[in-house]
């Protein structure tokens, strides 16, 4: 199976900054068909996991646009322009390149 | 707006069976793959099974393979989990999921394995 590997584990961050997570997987993400399926996905605390990323860098219907992806073949980033208390929670990179899919452990993004 | 409501979770003794479902509406549910992730307390999120449009592609996890049973009935929007044989490791929040990329998540049925 893909290991996907997130870092750092814990993220403060300080209100209106910038944060920026990183996914390594253990092997090459890009598929036959030309696509790189990975995926981000956001846990606010007691809430079911949501979708922000899709295909390495499109973002999900209404996610705003302080959230990005970037990254190519096994290594990946998500962004966040300017963070806000809203985006508190943890974020996931998941791939669906190979079966089966398979996430990272996670990050936990919190307010300093 | 697409909704995933999953039910049928509770409380099972080891070796125990239980049976998940969820109900989707708000899409064209025949026309997606749909899948099953757990997440047991505290812990991250695990991929348990996913089902083509029409049932005839399964895939399972190899920790529930042989155990788990994913079944779908396209004229009822409905998604199933059957789980035989279940262990306290199987404990966890079980999501229903949209297609085999989860763009869209139900909020999840709890499954606690304990004597």
């Known amino acids: 199976d893909v290991v996907m590997t997130q870092s750092p584990l814990s993220l403060p961050v300080t209100l209106g900054q910038p944060a920026s997570i990183s996914c390594r997987s253990s092997?090459?993400?890009?598929?036959?068909?030309?696509?790189?399926?990975l995926n981000w996905f956001q846990q606010r605390p007691g809430q079911s996991p949501r979708r922000l990323i899709y295909?390495?860098?499109n973002r999900d219907s209404g996610v705003p646009e302080r959230f990005s992806g970037s990254g190519s073949d096994t290594d990946f980033t998500l962004k966040i322009s300017r963070v806000e208390a809203e985006d508190v929670g943890v974020y996931y990179c998941m791939q669906g390149t190979h079966w089966p899919p398979t996430f990272g452990g996670g990050t936990k993004v919190e307010i300093k | 707006q697409v909704q995933l409501m999953e039910s049928g979770g509770g409380l099972v003794k080891p070796g125990g069976s239980l049976r998940l479902s969820c109900t989707a509406s708000?899409?064209?549910?025949?026309?997606?793959?749909m899948s099953w992730v757990r997440q047991a307390p505290g812990k991250g999120l695990e991929w348990v099974s996913s089902i083509s449009f029409s049932g005839n592609t399964i895939y399972y996890a190899d920790s529930v393979r042989g155990r788990f049973t994913i079944s779908r009935d396209n004229t009822k929007n409905s998604l199933f989990l059957q789980m035989n044989s279940l262990r306290a490791e199987d404990t966890a929040l079980y999501y229903c999921?949209?297609?085999?990329?989860?763009?869209?998540w139900g909020q999840g049925a709890l499954v606690t394995v304990s004597s």
């Open positions: 708000g899409f064209s549910f025949s026309d997606y793959y």
């Open positions: 999921a949209k297609n085999e990329h989860f763009d869209n």
């Open positions: 092997q090459s993400l890009v598929y036959s068909d030309g696509d790189t399926y």
């Open positions: 295909k390495v860098s």
